[in-house]
């Protein structure tokens, strides 16, 4: 069974960071793109950042280039997140999962993901 488990999340100012952890059980994370999304109450899921399988590429979303950084540890097999500068707008639950289409990613798009975990809170306060 494939299990995503997202942590990390918590209460921060504004100008603060974090690092959220995504962890896989039942998939080998070099195989696949690793997504993160977020969704803000009454909001959309919204693509944040994803790392390539294929070669190690990186995608950010307009909002979060140049303060968030994907990464990962494959022999731990964990993707993380860094939030540096944090914003208000960043509050979101946010959210991990893996590109089931395609092993390069050029973007975040939320149907080519799959295995959700259950998502960790990121509150910003200004």
């Known amino acids: 069974e494939v299990q995503f488990v997202e942590s990390g999340g918590g209460l921060v100012q504004a100008g603060g960071s974090l690092r959220l952890s995504c962890a896989a059980s039942?998939?080998?994370?070099?195989?696949?793109?690793i997504g993160w999304f977020r969704q803000a109450p009454g909001k959309e899921r919204e693509g944040v950042s994803c790392?390539?399988?294929?070669?190690?590429?990186?995608y950010y979303a307009d909002s979060v280039k140049g303060r968030f950084t994907i990464s990962s540890d494959n022999a731990k097999n964990t993707v993380y997140l860094q939030m540096n500068s944090l914003k208000p707008e960043d509050t979101a639950v946010y959210y991990c999962?893996?590109?089931?289409?395609?092993?390069?990613?050029?973007?975040?798009?939320?149907?080519?993901?799959?295995?959700w975990g259950q998502g960790t809170q990121v509150t910003v306060f200004s």
């Open positions: 999962a893996a590109n089931l289409m395609r092993r390069l990613c050029v973007a975040a798009r939320t149907y080519e993901y799959a295995y």
């Open positions: 790392l390539s399988a294929s070669d190690g590429s990186t």
């Open positions: 039942g998939l080998t994370f070099g195989d696949y793109a």
